[in-house]
Nanobody, 124 residues
């Protein structure tokens, strides 16, 4: 049984930083691509960042390039998202999710396991 548990969200002023973590349980974490997906109130799910099984390939949506960094530690079954220079438009629920194979995926339907989400709120 795969479980993904996010932590690290909260309230932050614009310009601040947060680090999200995702702890994965179950077999085979190191074999799968992972992603951080966010959903703002009334908005659609958006792939913020994605990473392949080994961490050698990453993707960022244009709005977070240069500010966010996705990383993983396969020895610890952990995924991270370092978020710097936060903006009010980054406010959303952030989900950690796992793909069905080792590559990184750029659409939400390609993720078959999801965490419960962690709220990130950025005030102006």
């Amino acid at each position: 049984q795969v479980q993904l548990v996010e932590s690290g969200g909260g309230l932050m002023q614009a310009g601040g930083s947060l680090r999200l973590s995702c702890a994965a349980s179950g077999r085979g974490f190191s074999s799968y691509g992972m992603g951080w997906i966010r959903q703002a109130p009334g908005g659609e799910r958006e792939i913020v960042a994605a990473i392949n099984w080994s961490g050698t390939n990453t993707y960022y949506v244009d709005s977070v390039k240069g500010r966010f960094t996705i990383s993983r530690d396969n020895a610890k079954n952990a995924l991270y998202l370092q978020m710097n220079s936060l903006k009010p438009e980054d406010t959303a629920v952030y989900y950690c999710a796992r793909t069905w194979d080792g590559s990184m995926q750029l659409v939400a339907v390609e993720y078959n396991y999801w965490g419960q989400g962690t709220q990130v709120t950025v005030s102006s």
